[in-house]
């Protein structure tokens, strides 16, 4: 990894909050020598059915911020979710901070912008955020010294945070016995995706590694973090030295049985514009639901 500044001996504090209805960990990381934080990967709330908005997992990590005297930085996107809509602009309006996303959102507009049909007045050029990282980018969290790692597969437009020992991998990877994620999305790539999961598996053994998702598979409890060291050795879909032929045609023979995520539509509408709702000729908040196009 000698393309990255790796450091292993600062350890960022690390908070996670765990939303059950979408199965989503955000995290406040705190730089330890300073009361900068970050968020990453926040949520908003949403009752699909009832086309109602809240905002209590967000609140929860609000509260956690002030109650601890620290200051908000950084609202960070791994990437465009597709299972759950982002907080970011909540979190930002209420802390301050600045939103960073991979500079490839662009190529996730364009993708969606058609699918969703949107005017000329939605931007591609992904000035929602207010940050666009690129590969082996570096920013600060107070003195604690952050960089990226671009890991597309999942979508084009993923990223890898790491803080000190501690990568925060999105959804290019799951605990060991999840495995990885989809890539049948729009952009999506079975073969990018293992490339990328690699590139991670090359971090230090010790790295502490954050996940985005976790759903307890065979009914264990909720779990978040692991190692690099673990991952190679007991990913059931890429650990153990499993090939890239091997992952491509798992990855592709798994994808074409899953359904699309539950939220996947009101998500892409409002984390391609960093977590803004989408409005009507009026001014007034509304989704779209395109037909036969995902």
Known sequence: MSNYPVDMSVTPEVKAFF????????????????????????????????????????DKIISWITDNGLKLEWIIETHVHADHLSAAPYIQQKLGGKIGIGDKIMVVQNTFGKVFNEGTEFQRDGSQ?????????????????????????HTPACMVHVMGNAAFVGDTLFMPDGGSARADFPGGDAGQLYDSIQKVLALPDEMRLFMCHDYGPNGRDIQWETTVAEEKAHNIHVGGGKTRADFIRFRTERDQ???????????????????????????NPMLKVPVNKL
């Open 19 to 58: 939303d059950p209805d979408t199965n989503t960990i955000s995290y406040v990381v705190k730089d330890p020598a300073s009361a900068a934080c970050a968020v990453i990967d926040s949520v908003m709330d949403i009752d699909y059915a009832a086309g109602r908005i809240t905002y209590k997992h967000a």
């Open 129 to 153: 955020f207010d940050a666009l990282f690129a590969d082996g980018d570096t920013y600060k969290i107070g003195n604690l010294e952050a960089f990226t790692i671009y890991t597309p597969g």
């Open 257 to 283: 049985q899953l359904a699309m995520p539950r939220l996947i539509i009101p998500s892409l509408q409002v984390n391609m514009r960093a977590g803004d709702i989408p409005t009507d000729k009026d001014g």
